[in-house]
Nanobody, 120 residues
Framework: QVQLVESGGGLVQPGGSLRLSCAAS????????MGWYRQAPGKQRALVAA???????SYAGSVKGRFTISRDNAKNKVQLQMNSLEPEDTAVYYCYVDHRGTDGRDYRYWGQGTQVTVSS
């Protein structure tokens, strides 16, 4: 089992910044991808950003140029730096990891979610 603990959400004014962090712990063997999804009220959960173990990143079009994802492989941590936040970024943000166990099976683990509210 892999546990994910998120931190860094909160209330921020439009144009402001927040940094989300997520730390993985437990029986970790290989983590291939780490990333973030978000879910706004009444909407489906959607991918925000992801980073591979090699450092390749991908972003949703709506956040490209404003958000930056980074990863510390040694500490099994992933961060999401969010700048120029807009009210449309308001959502619950979920960290995830794609993990391969020693049995060769892949499984996606999720964090508990952290609320980000962008409002004046």
């Amino acid at each position: 089992q892999v546990q994910l603990v998120e931190s860094g959400g909160g209330l921020v004014q439009p144009g402001g910044s927040l940094r989300l962090s997520c730390a993985a712990s437990g029986s970790i063997f290989i983590i291939s991808v780490m990333g973030w999804y978000r879910q706004a009220p009444g909407k489906q959960r959607a991918l925000v950003a992801a980073v591979t173990s090699a450092g390749s990143t991908s972003y949703a079009g709506s956040v490209k140029g404003r958000f930056t994802i980074s990863r510390d492989n040694a500490k099994n941590k992933v961060q999401l730096q969010m700048n120029s936040l807009e009210p449309e970024d308001t959502a619950v943000y979920y960290c995830y990891v794609d993990h391969r166990g020693t049995d060769g099976r892949d499984y996606r683990y999720w964090g508990q979610g952290t609320q980000v509210t962008v409002s004046s």
